[in-house]
């Protein structure tokens, strides 16, 4: 007999989409490159977000792990 099921995403992430995420994340902002926007004086999430055409999240994402605070009113 044939069962149908629903799935449903979880909110905690599987091990392989945490690594799918994390490898993203290198590759579309690569630390050198979000040092370089810092120092050219580039400050807030959006404006970094924007220069790397990534979403805010992605971009918070991406920064937390760096060491860089994000004030949580960006």
């Known amino acids: 007999s044939f069962e149908d099921s629903?799935?449903?995403?979880s909110s905690?992430?599987?091990s392989m989409e945490y690594m799918a995420d994390e490898?993203?994340?290198r590759l579309l902002m690569p630390e050198s490159?979000?040092?370089?926007?810092l120092k050219s004086g580039v400050k807030t999430v959006k404006e970094m977000a924007?220069?790397?055409d990534v979403s805010l999240e992605a971009m918070k994402y991406r920064?937390?792990?760096l060491g860089y605070i994000v004030k949580k009113t960006e």
Request: charged share 25%; aromatic share 14%.
């Open 23 to 25: 490898f993203a994340a």
């Open 6 to 9: 629903t799935f449903l995403r």
């Open 63 to 65: 920064l937390e792990p």
């Open 33 to 37: 490159d979000v040092n370089a926007l």
């Open 12 to 14: 905690h992430k599987s």
């Open 50 to 52: 924007a220069k790397f």
